[in-house]
């Protein structure tokens, strides 16, 4: 698989649940839906333009052990290892049938709130340069991995017909 994404987290909105005033109980397991998406472009040097998609997935985690540290650096969250990279991120591009598969994978820095409920709930966004594309159809799935090597189940974006200019 080719990396010819360009990355780069825009935001993460972080909702730490003071005592789940609701009496939700999140699992300890992560989990994704999808939310929303929009396409743009932006300006990298004058006249020359990237397209570009922010995408936002909302998630949840019962035990806060979302997201790795600095120091993390050691199997099996080292830069090579299978866990180094924690919210992985897979983009088809499509023409009738998928006809290539592109990783945009990259690690969330640490998010386990201070004090007794770790409990969280948030917004991740990213952004995703897609302008080496190969059609004007792309899905992105994605996945949720924490510290305890729980994987969210995969959750997949409706197919989107990308028609910038």
């Known amino acids: 698989m080719r990396n010819y994404f360009k990355s780069s987290v825009f935001v993460i909105i972080l909702l730490a649940l003071g005592g789940c005033p609701n009496g939700n109980r999140f699992s300890d397991i992560p989990f994704l839906e999808f939310r929303d998406y929009r396409l743009y472009q932006e300006e990298r040097a004058p006249g020359i333009f990237a397209d570009m998609i922010e995408v936002q997935v909302y998630f949840t985690d019962g035990d806060g052990d979302v997201g790795l540290d600095e120091t993390d650096d050691q199997p099996p969250f080292c830069d090579t290892c299978e866990f180094g990279q924690n919210f992985l991120v897979d983009i ?61 189940a995969p959750v997949t974006s409706p197919k989107i017909h990308v028609s910038l200019p």
């Open 92 to 152: 088809y591009s499509f023409n009738g049938g998928p006809i290539d598969t592109f990783t945009n994978n990259f690690r969330i820095k640490n998010l386990t709130p201070s004090g007794q409920n770790k409990t969280l709930e948030g917004i991740i966004k990213n952004q995703i340069d897609i302008t080496s594309r190969q059609s004007d159809t792309i899905q992105l799935r994605f996945q949720l991995l924490d510290r305890a090597l729980n994987a969210s």
